[in-house]
């Protein structure tokens, strides 16, 4: 942090984590300060953690700003519009976009979906805890569209892939 480059951490107080919060919520933006505070308490957990402080200062520090959450849907015609989209894209966001649609799961659960949790004879995808934004396990049913497209990506990966997107990798998939 700017602010802070030239200071010890042990020297930072509750009052300049709040005078650096206030900074994004005066100037409009009351998510980017939520996400600043956030960011600041990890960061200082980690140095209570090492025994580089003895509290937290932000942990008296109130969230800046309530946030509302999102309900907004993709309508007919904008879906429409991003499928038709996705035949330009490179055939791995393609499809990791497409099992998003198909599934309605979060991006990075799909991001990190395993062969081993996922069962195309049965049509179910396990998602593990640890991969589970509310950490809590859950089995989902696949949509004969979600199973067409895993199975096509399982018979083109090679049989030791454990991802079934691997990272940095080129998708083998060929077509929607």
Not at 10 to 30: N, W
Request: charged fraction near 30%; proline fraction near 7%; glycine fraction near 6%.
């Amino acid at each position: 942090m700017p602010a802070w480059r030239h200071r010890l951490v042990k020297d930072i107080a509750r009052v300049d984590v709040r005078e650096l919060i206030d900074q994004p919520l005066k100037a409009g933006h009351p998510v980017e300060a939520n996400r600043l505070r956030a960011l600041l308490s990890k960061l200082f957990a980690f140095a209570v953690s090492i025994d580089w402080l003895e509290v937290n200062p932000v942990s008296h520090v109130s969230k800046p700003a309530a946030e509302t959450t999102r309900d907004r849907v993709l309508g007919d015609e904008e879906l429409r519009i991003l499928w038709k989209g996705l035949e330009a894209k490179p055939p791995l966001l393609r499809a990791q976009t497409q099992l998003r649609l198909f599934t309605a799961q979060r991006g990075g659960e799909v991001s990190n979906a395993r062969w081993a949790d996922i069962d195309l004879d049965k049509g179910w995808w396990t998602i593990p805890a640890a991969d589970a934004k509310n950490k809590l396990a859950h089995r989902l049913p696949l949509n004969r569209h979600a199973k067409a497209l895993l199975q096509n990506l399982r018979s083109a990966a090679p049989r030791d892939q454990v991802m079934v997107f691997e990272g940095g990798r080129s998708c083998p998939l060929r077509g929607p």
